[in-house]
């Protein structure tokens, strides 16, 4: 075996990214983010409109606990994918 460097090969082009904010999900009852793993995870299929008003084709339900109260919550977050029903211009 080599003992050569770990990492991106020599010449190698590195890619721009954008960066992207994301905020965790929140526990209603105590405003934590610390929760349990992500257990039984659904995709429902669908289109229609999310709160903000942009269209989506998916919705993804994962059912946690907030470990600092145990309250049960369900994280809910829309998928949109470019060039299916309901995207514009």
Known sequence: MSAGKAGRPRAAKSIERDLVDV????????????????????????????????????VELRPTRCLDCDQARMDRTWIYVPGDIGETD
Not at 36 to 54: F, K, L, M, N, S
Request: proline share 11%; aromatic share 6%.
């Open 23 to 58: 905020p965790p999900s929140r526990c209603r009852a105590c405003n934590s983010t610390r929760r349990a793993d992500y257990e039984h995870v659904q995709i429902i299929e669908g289109a229609g409109t999310d709160p903000q008003g942009r269209p989506y084709t998916a």
